[in-house]
């Protein structure tokens, strides 16, 4: 049985009230609820009672609204749940509150190195070569060449053709993992909110700016599964450990079936692994960082690395000794970490260890 998290956080309640609108409040909400409108709607009422919100608010009147837009309705049995506009109205909120510096990419491709066939037009030109599209030409340089060979006469030869390099594009499978152990809500800290407003944010990111690509979700805690992308905002962290091992074990083999050149894992969590499966059976430690399960898990992270996946891990904690492990994870990979802080999720610090980098980005 899960955990329902009720507490609510005063200053990141200020905070918000400070600088959102009623709209992203009630998303807010409604993550922390589980995706209980009813509670959200709860939740409101009672901001409003203490002073949080401005009286002269109709808050009934909002939640007509909210119903009248379809980002509501009624289930079976009178009670409100979310429409499917409302689970995307709940992805975009939290795309905008973390991504929300980011600018309007292009169709939906992921760039690459090298330059060649491709769809992206970039200011560098070669010679014309057979085969090459003719619209690919560059009729400024192509016309500059003839004049200077001929010095003054416009006789185009082919040796004067140059077309411009384009940027390659490709394609991308993701599974993103949810960490829903008992630690994402332990000792009043909820860090399970703050977990499903990242992975919702990427989500919107993927199926929005790259449409050709490959998503699945799966959550971890004593075991690992797949879920619909839209039970996201329905997630809730239960009695469980964190098997992280068999989370990249499962992603792993969803990955292998997907044909995109490009895979990676996001893994979205506060850190520390307790639980690893063996012939079907769970084995646990909770006390600190157990060896046999930390090794077990560096393994499965170097089979990744072994198979081009790259996992990307967003530590929701601050922990010092839990962000230690994510650092040897992401060192054993190769691959990227997020750290953040739970309150201040628009920031993080980005370790990059394919490129031996480390920043802070906003």
Same mark, same amino acid.
């Given at each position: ?40 709607? $709860? ?202 091992? $068999? ?116």
């Amino acid at each position: 049985m899960r955990h329902r998290y009720l507490h609510l956080d005063p200053d990141l309640l200020r905070r918000l009230l400070a600088e959102l609108d009623l709209s992203r409040i009630f998303n807010q909400l409604l993550l922390s609820a589980g995706g209980d409108p009813e509670q959200a709607m $709860e939740w409101l009422r009672y901001l409003q009672e203490q002073g949080y919100l401005d009286p002269s608010i109709d808050l009934e009147a909002f939640f007509q609204q909210l119903e009248e837009q379809r980002l509501l309705e009624r289930d079976e049995n009178g009670d409100l749940v979310l429409s499917s506009g409302g689970e995307r109205r709940v992805r975009r909120s939290a795309f905008e509150e973390i991504f929300s510096s980011l600018k309007k990419g292009g169709p939906g491709y992921h760039p690459i190195r090298a330059t060649g066939e491709g769809f992206e037009p970039l200011p560098e030109t070669r010679p014309y070569a057979f085969g090459d599209e003719p619209h690919r030409i560059d009729t400024v340089r192509s016309l500059h060449n003839a004049l200077k060979r001929t010095q003054g006469e416009l006789a185009l030869a082919e040796e004067d053709l140059e077309v411009q390099e384009t940027e390659p594009l490709t394609s991308c499978a993701t599974v993103v993992a949810i960490d829903v152990s008992h630690s994402m809500i332990l000792y009043g800290e909820d860090r399970i909110t703050p977990a499903k407003t990242v992975a919702l944010a990427l989500t919107e990111l993927i199926t929005t700016k790259y449409p050709k690509d490959h998503l699945s979700v799966i959550l971890f805690g004593d075991r690992a599964e797949r879920i619909a992308l839209g039970e996201i905002p329905y997630v809730q962290a239960g009695p469980y450990h964190t098997n992280t091992r $068999e989370a990249l074990q499962l992603a792993r083999g969803l990955l292998a079936r997907q044909k995109q050149p490009n895979k990676q894992i996001f893994l979205i969590t506060d850190g520390k692994p307790s639980a690893i499966t063996e012939g079907g059976r769970i084995y646990k430690n909770p006390m600190g960082l157990d060896l046999k399960i930390v090794n077990r898990t560096l393994e499965e992270a170097d089979l990744c690395r072994r198979e081009r996946i790259v996992v990307t891990t967003f530590m929701i904690a601050t922990d010092p000794w839990l962000q230690e492990f994510v650092e040897r994870l992401t060192k054993v990979n190769r691959g990227r970490a997020y750290f953040a802080s739970p309150d201040h999720l628009g920031e993080f610090v980005f370790a990059d260890y394919i490129r031996n980098r480390r920043k802070r980005v906003r």
